[in-house]
């Protein structure tokens, strides 16, 4: 065995999870909290601190505010997931209530071709019964005094079920309470995948500390790293990692009331953070990056990121950044929504892949539906078809117009 990793218990598993983050565990949970499922769960993560991972660098929010209607029941299973979480575990006297706040994400348009687009994502969300109220200049004055809104034409802002919640206690209760259960977690890496004679089924995996382990379904959890993993059953994903950069700053004059999460035309976003506040964008240039490389681009903040604060917030301009870190989006090329479903030659290979940057409001429903389709070979709760792999395949994009 290598040095490091831990070997599995069993040489065979009805389901083998690569990655144990925040989807990984998802699905494992789910699958222990399904009454129909009484399979054996292996969970592999290479990274058992989590460091690197998507999860750990996480700004943990949630929104309703999307394009497609599916993303939107999706945000709001997750809301609910979070607003009774105690009782989905059996109100185990541990557990406790997840903190969220909801101040709301406050998208702004600068041009009539956005205010446009923002008025369509308008009648899909309230459809689905959300509260996204689309505000004038006047009316975001009124009740945000502190923003600057001189360029601003239309605004889209709900106060219900969006902003901060405590992901990462979530991803932990997920983790623990599986392990408790009886999912086995090992640290350790999958490093070979064996299909059978005709390529329709993986039949066993590799792992790094030497041995073969035979598999029911293996599920890619695998974040930014997806298409490593995929690529071992011989099949290609259009994910990359992309890199993104959060800035935790205090202002020296603090605002009079809680800052919506602000999505700013440029592309910058900032948000209430406890007592400071927290910024994020894109860089400009946004090409494909190392799986290592989380060097930060310091100039983004000097050149960028502060001037677009100050100019939106006056009150910013006199700011002291605290603390920053690079992370990584698992970007989905080919539409920006997430894919998964089994592929349509290799069946048993399952993808909870592809994100792009909305996954950790979508884990609670994702990870649910990614359970059902093992155990009862479909959803039955929300109908996640669109996001199947097979799409892919017959080139058919589901585009998700908002994402941040």
């Not at 209607?69 to 006297?93: C, K, L, M, T, Y």
């Not at 894109?282 to 799986?291: E, F, G």
């Not at 429903?365 to 669109?386: F, H, K, Q, V």
Request: charge should be negative.
């Amino acid at each position: 065995m290598s040095a490091n990793t831990v070997a599995p218990l069993k040489s065979s598993y009805d389901v083998v999870i690569v990655g144990g983050a925040k989807f990984g565990s998802s699905v494992a949970w789910f699958l222990t909290d399904n009454p129909d499922f009484d399979g054996s769960i292996l969970v592999v993560e290479k990274d058992p601190t989590y460091e690197f991972t998507s999860t750990s660098h996480t700004n943990s929010c949630m929104r309703q505010q999307f394009s497609r209607e599916i993303n939107v029941r999706i945000s709001q299973f997750a809301a609910e997931f979070v607003n009774n979480f105690q009782e989905f575990f059996g109100n185990d006297p541990r557990v406790p209530a997840i903190p969220f706040e909801s101040y709301g994400y406050m998208f702004l348009a600068d041009n009539e071709q956005y205010a446009n687009t923002l008025r369509e994502n308008h009648k899909v969300q309230v459809k689905c019964g959300a509260g996204t109220k689309l505000m004038t200049p006047e009316e975001i004055k009124r009740d945000y005094p502190f923003y600057n809104l001189d360029d601003v034409i239309l605004g889209s802002h709900n106060l219900i079920n969006e902003g901060y919640y405590d992901g990462n206690t979530v991803f932990d209760w997920w983790k623990r309470s599986a392990r408790e259960r009886g999912v086995e977690y090992i640290a350790n890496e999958v490093v070979s995948m064996t299909k059978n004679t005709i390529g329709s089924r993986v039949e066993s995996i590799t792992l790094k500390s030497g041995e073969k382990i035979a598999c029911g379904k293996v599920v890619n959890a695998s974040g930014p790293r997806a298409v490593l993993t995929s690529r071992m059953a011989g099949i290609e994903i259009p994910v990359e990692p992309r890199k993104r950069y959060t800035y935790i700053f205090a202002a020296e004059k603090k605002l009079d009331r809680a800052l919506p999460l602000t999505i700013d035309p440029s592309g910058v976003h900032m948000r209430q953070e406890g007592e400071y506040y927290l910024a994020g964008c894109p860089p400009d240039d946004d090409p494909a990056v190392d799986y290592d490389d989380f060097i930060e681009d310091h100039s983004l903040w000097q050149e960028k990121v502060w001037p677009i604060l100050a100019t939106r917030v006056p009150q910013f301009e006199a700011i002291k950044l605290i603390n920053s870190w690079a992370g990584h989006y698992a970007f989905n090329t080919f539409d920006r929504n997430a894919i998964l479903g089994p592929h349509h030659q290799v069946e048993n290979f399952i993808f909870v892949n592809g994100f792009s940057g909305h996954g950790f409001q979508q884990a609670p429903a994702m990870g649910r539906g990614t359970a059902e389709l093992i155990t009862y070979g479909n959803y039955r709760t929300l109908d996640l078809s669109p996001f199947n792999y097979e799409r892919l395949v017959k080139a058919e994009r589901f585009v998700e117009k908002v994402v941040i």
